[in-house]
């Protein structure tokens, strides 16, 4: 088949006729699909039902290796194993780890939010700074950019590349300016592209030389584990390049277990350094006296301190896999022939990242969810959803079944080559 | 025996020196005996076992009332039957109900934090008004206290009677003064005194006319189904008064099974308005995905969504009594007898407060400590740690073995009686 872009009109026409033909074919079937969210399937989370119900009767299991008994008040650093088991996750020592709630996302927020009343280690609050920025790599994680939406710190877009953000402009940002107080970063299967930070990337990360003393990398690891294939993908230490950089204090890495046990009553933790913690642990110790300690204690039984994740997190990879492979599938097929768009195929994380022609991304969403095909809003991967060239969609095929996920593909490159039809028909 | 401030000098002088001798006696036995915190104790742990080891292995227990998985992301204002049960304990309805983590307190710093950098329903956000302020009856909890300090709020001493804060001083500044934000209650066996505000002290407070719109009453109804005794007391419901006062939106009520379940491992939740409710969550919904719903799901299915609670709450009061009743035996016996201070019977809650003669509680609690009894820090029940008449002394017999109070007690009347007669004798 010839690509869309060297079409004559006439063809473009006989295509969109066959195209709405075959729309309004999935129109008529009421369908209610959905690839909006990065969500485990229910398949996933019976994966770890025996964490559920292993067994804690035993007082030798409850009292902790500090002594401290996880069913009482105390310890809101958070139990000595659980911080093993995170750390394990990330490659960092136990003692780099403070261990939060159920919710990294939560944790990025107190931290965001911490700044704003009271500053970083002694700096003067956010709240009292003028015109404070944040730097955020998009396409990026909607939640992430809300945050700091939500207290109204100016984001500043920085281009992505698949060896990550644009890092002369991180540096000439972070560098220069006093006011640009942090970055947001998914630096492994980024959120929503599936890009791995290169190795040059972190060791620039690592060696910034920020304007404000209170600027902190927001290095969310949220898919450290998360691998879709055999193939391990490994990303430097930026806790150990950090100290060698002479820049200790610079990084706050987010990690939980949401993706790995259950997405909402997992554990999660910071790793950072001791000055860092210390600091928030100041006001932490005036917000809560700890958290659940006894779900830390669950997921340690479960997870040998974290010794059985990469075990488990294969049985994870085996049921998303063949749901990304579909999407793909469907994308060579029928995207592929006629030039109507690009993607990366992902190694791990939870998404594909479908780049249409400029100024078809909205559309497409729109087309889908007429026909039932609920996707990520367009712009969401955007600050303040804006995407500047409506091209970017992000696909989340985890939480379907297999043969809705067939269906649901089949059914957005339709509306993925409609859209380019239309588009290209206005011109 | 003759009352203390009724003995001659040469009396006390006698009385110093075989106080002196037992005092003594106790320091040789290198003791390490806690009464300061409100901890409940290994064997009131124990009682809820079962809540850690209850099958959830069935899906369609795993499937909540409203079609939601309990361990899939979603969920942010608590699964329905959570709800129900946090209701159930201060005779909310479930729709009032907003569920957070496993810490009330978590939630009232949060509260705080929000309104802050915020603002409550619309209105400034407190960090950009000047000199707000907080009403914060006293002798109260020593957390909230921490709160408002913590973020630099003014905090002024309401006197506390068995009948409540002083509501003629309440109503002085919440009607006139705009910069008055909240005030801090304990409404039903008060930390630490284990007063029951009134009907009529309940009654007034839902009938403020506060000069501020954003002044809301932090209701921590912490103790509100934790009796020691079978007789239940009861207090009006504020949500209800509220409404029929035309003050539907002013009040935070805050619940949480910490001292039900497990203190570290336990549901909390806030009652309110839906105005207010709907205010909190367009920030919870940045700030989270949802809080642990398998927890609150474990909680429903030991408690029978709360139907359980009065029953098992039978089972601590059996483990508590016997300790409130022998710290109140020591007192009785060795106290009353000189007259060196006054206590209150609590028919509920965690504590019993001991008011010295003025200027004794730093003295004894630095006695108690130098024999080995830690007791809660003096001044600890008041704003900024400031006990104006140094007579105050918070006693938390909950955590530790009953023998281990009794000899306690023992060790605390003598250091009452001591520093009593130095006050004396100084004067």
Redesign the interface.
Same mark, same amino acid.
């Given at each position: 088949m010839k690509q869309y872009q060297e079409m004559a009109k006439e063809e473009l026409l006989k295509e969109k006729e066959s195209l709405e033909a075959a729309y309004k074919e999935y129109q008529k079937r009421d369908l209610h699909l959905n690839m909006a969210?990065g /969500? +485990?399937s229910?398949e996933q !989370?019976d994966l770890a039902?025996d964490l559920?119900?292993n067994? !804690?009767?035993e007082r030798d299991i409850i009292i902790m290796s500090n002594g401290l008994?996880?069913?009482? %008040?105390? =310890?809101l650093e958070g139990i000595p194993e659980a911080k093993q088991l995170i750390a394990s996750m990330v490659g960092a020592k136990p003692d780099q780890v403070l261990l939060h =709630?159920?919710?990294s996302?939560?944790m990025m %927020?107190?931290t965001v939010?911490r700044a704003?009343?009271?500053g970083i280690c002694g700096g003067t +609050?956010w709240?009292k700074q003028e015109g404070i920025k944040f730097l955020c790599p998009a396409p990026g994680y909607d939640?992430h950019f $809300?945050?700091t939406e #939500?207290?109204g710190i100016e984001m500043i877009t920085i281009p992505m590349s698949p060896e990550g953000p644009d890092m002369d402009m991180v540096e000439k940002y972070v560098n220069n300016d006093p006011t640009v107080k942090g970055i947001w970063c998914v630096p492994k299967f980024s959120n929503p592209q599936g890009y791995v930070y290169s190795d040059e990337t972190v060791r620039r990360f690592a060696n910034l030389k920020p304007a404000a003393d209170d600027f902190r990398i927001f290095w969310d690891n949220a898919y450290c584990v998360h691998y879709l294939y055999d193939e391990v993908v490994e990303i430097p230490n930026i806790m150990d390049l950090c100290a060698k950089a002479g820049n200790p204090d610079i990084v706050f890495e987010f990690c939980s277990t949401?993706k790995v046990s259950? $997405? =909402?009553?997992g554990i999660a933790g910071m790793v950072s350094s001791r000055k860092n913690i210390d600091d928030a642990l100041v006001?932490m110790a005036?917000?809560?006296?700890? #958290?659940? /300690?006894?779900?830390q204690l669950r997921h340690c039984v479960f997870f040998e301190n974290g010794k059985k994740i990469p075990e488990h997190m294969k049985k994870h990879a085996e049921i998303l896999r063949p749901k990304f492979e579909a999407v793909l599938k469907a994308l060579d097929r029928d995207i592929t022939p006629v030039g109507a768009g690009t993607w990366v195929k992902p190694l791990g994380g939870y998404f594909i990242t479908f780049e249409t022609m400029d100024g078809c991304a909205k559309r497409t969403i729109q087309l889908a969810k007429e026909a039932g095909v609920t996707m990520t809003g367009a712009g969401a991967p955007f600050p303040y959803h804006k995407d500047p060239k409506d091209s970017c969609i992000r696909i989340a095929p985890s939480y379907p079944h297999l043969d809705e996920i067939v269906l649901a593909a089949d059914i957005f490159t339709v509306c993925v080559r409609l859209a380019t039809v239309e588009k290209l028909l206005e011109a």
């Open positions: 969210r /969500k +485990p229910t !989370l039902m559920l119900n067994v !804690l009767d008994d996880a069913r009482n %008040y105390g =310890g =709630g159920n919710s996302l939560n %927020y107190d939010s704003m009343t009271h +609050p709240m939640r $809300a945050i #939500h207290f949401s259950f $997405a =909402g009553g006001s005036v917000q809560t006296i700890s #958290h659940d /300690k006894i779900n």
